[in-house]
């Protein structure tokens, strides 16, 4: 398959992000978190997690409403991208020994808002660089190249985490500069190449006719039906998946305890679901091809689920390392494939409100399970119970999404 310049570019953004969610959402900054003395307990991390999500879906339909006015698009994702990239290096600097963790959190939170805002326009911008035939292809080769991709700069990290020390803070600082870089730096061709081929020709107040363009499409709703039933389908299906991505660290380490699981394999097993998840995404997208997008999310889900009951069962690293294979099989291909998904039943120009909606659903959604799962720590005393409770999630997901209509394969 030959890839035009622009879905390259397109692609190498996820290259550059994807380093962002391996460090900091999921892997160096819980840890990290954890060595403030008075931080009582890792999983409370899940709370903040919640509240960037809150933030970011409040912002979210209108910024993609204003966004797909002509020449916008690509201004609101650079300010978000700087915004992330800016917040995750400030995050070196806020060392545990400042027992300043309300300002790590500050950053966190920003870094959060920069990067889910940024991938609001990034995931639109796929109607502008592939055709409707290609766009599942591409969103996996995104995922999957993401996924093998941000392995370099986490193995770095995790190299200097192992020479500098496992206990202390200054690998865990690093990791984040050269998180923050990697993204940077990856960015720079999608702003160089890629151009808004979609899109609504601007008027004098694009506030207040982003508001009522927003207005009439929910008095279209009707017109919108297949798009409003997989919105509530993902709402349901991805808060599993995102809770799984957020929250493995502070589960894994809550179970096992500190004494049966070092910091080190459980970085060690994060590497080890990248690397799977980069074939598995190019699987699902070639799969998507021969059976449809539909059918792969359907296994998808259910791939999760049997995860979340193998999860409550786990006594030991090999049960962890197997776990992180099954996750990761699945990861890459249900994201890329609802992106994509998402992106052929909508109107091409109003691309960056629906991803608005995609995106509000998604963060809102991902309120429900990192919450869930803190909670129930705190009530029962044992952190086992939480991943039960995310099933319930993958269940509604599926029974709404099957209401889809089959696609042609």
Known sequence: MNLSREEKSWILVD????????????????????????????????????IASILVAALSPILGAAADYKDKKKRFFIFFTCLGVLSTASLAFIPPSSGQWQLLILFFILSAIGFAGSNIFY????????????????????????YISSVIPFGLSLILIFLLGMEKSIGYQIGFIITALWWGLFTVPMIRDVKQIHYVEPGKDTIKNSF???????????????????????????????T??????????????????DTFSLLAILLIIQIIAFPCAIFYGNMAKR??????????????????IAAFFISSVWHIFILGAMI?????????????????IIPKEKSNEFFGFYNIFGKFSAIMGPT??????????????????????????????????VEEK
């Open 244 to 261: 799984i991505i957020k929250m493995v660290i502070p589960y894994a380490t809550a179970v096992m305890g500190n004494d049966t699981l």
């Open 291 to 308: 059976f449809s997008a539909r059918t792969m999310i359907i296994i998808g889900i259910f791939t999760y689920i049997i995860s979340c």
């Open 123 to 146: 995931d639109a911008f796929i109607v502008d660089v592939s055709s409707d035939e290609r766009m599942d292809k591409i969103s996996s080769l995104g995922f999957a190249f993401g």
């Open 372 to 405: 869930l799962m803190s909670l129930t720590t705190a009530v029962t005393g044992n952190a086992r119970w939480s991943i039960i409770g995310i099933i319930p999630l993958f269940l509604v997901g599926f029974i709404i999404f099957i209401r889809l209509p």
């Open 328 to 344: 990761g099989s699945a990861q890459g291909g249900i994201q890329a494939l609802s992106r994509s998904y998402f992106a052929k």
């Open 212 to 242: 009522k363009r927003l207005a009439e499409t929910f008095k279209q709703i009707k017109q919108y039906q297949t798009v409003f039933i997989f919105l509530g389908a993902y709402f349901f299906y991805i808060d599993g998946v995102d």
């Open 15 to 50: 290259c550059g992000n994807s380093a962002y969610s391996m460090a900091v959402t999921t892997a160096l900054l819980p840890i990290m978190f954890g060595m403030f003395d008075n931080v009582k307990r890792s999983m409370d991390l899940g709370y903040f997690n919640s």
